[in-house]
Structure formats: C-alpha cells, structure tokens
C-alpha cells in the first residue's frame, strides 16, 4: 500500500509498505521531484532491455532522503518545515519511506538496519542539516 503523508496540502513523504503488490511499473513521485520513487513487479523470465543513462545536468537545491526497513521496526516523527509536528509512524521490515519536505527524526523500536538513499556529494553536517530537539519526544 502506498500511503501520502501530508501536511495541508503539502506532501511531506510517501511510504511504501511491505504488503505493497502491483503488477508492472508503477512510479509514485511527480516529474519535479529530484529523487523518483518506483515500484516494479514481473514474471519470470520478463527482460528490462539494457541501458546506460545519458547524461543530464539537474539542479539540487533540497535533499530528499529515501530509507528501506531491512530489519527491525523504527518509528518516524514527521514535521513541517516550521519543525511543527505532524505525526509519527511506525515502520516495520521491507517498509521504505520517501521524505519528500519537512523534517523528520528516528527512533527504533527495536534493534534494526535501515539502508538510506539520498542525494550526493554529502557536503557538511552544519550546511546539509539543521538538527533540532523536540521537547514533547522522549
């Protein structure tokens, strides 16, 4: 199941549950974001015809963070750019996340490993993220 989370109008992430299943291609994410999220399920024996991607100058100026749920469970608190808190969730194994705006903090549930996929080169903690505490997380 895909599930938007959002704030107002305004998509804060999508989560792609483990029990997601569709047959084909299937992309979640609009053309203007700078991380695409799909999904793809075949047959056995379907081929995807090989292919080198081209080069293409694209311009970053917000990292968008995805994570899949390898092991164990974590649950996410999600905020609003203002770092106003919107809710949390709780993901489980094979679960993944694509945090599209906001902010977002972790903790796990129980022991885990999570595989983060974001965008490149990883500058400098002070200019890449602004950490904040929230007073009402234990």
């Not at 998509?11 to 700078?34: C, M, N, Q, R, Y």
């Not at 694209?58 to 609003?80: P, Q």
């Amino acid at each position: 199941m895909l599930k938007e989370i959002r704030d107002k109008n305004k998509l804060i992430a999508l989560v792609l549950t483990h029990d997601h299943s569709k047959p084909g291609l299937e992309f979640f994410t609009a053309d203007e974001l700078t991380l695409q999220m799909g999904y793809m399920r075949y047959p056995a024996n379907h081929r995807i015809l090989p292919h080198v991607h081209k080069p293409a100058p694209r311009g970053v100026t917000y990292t968008l963070e995805a994570l899949f749920v390898k092991s164990g469970s974590i649950l996410v608190d999600l905020y609003t750019e203002e770092r106003k808190f919107i809710q949390a969730i709780k993901l489980i194994k094979d679960d993944t996340i694509l945090f599209v705006s906001g902010g977002h903090g972790f903790k796990f549930i129980e022991e885990g490993e999570l595989i983060e996929i974001k965008q490149g080169p990883y500058v400098v903690q002070d200019l890449d993220k602004d950490k904040f505490e929230n007073p009402d997380i234990q």
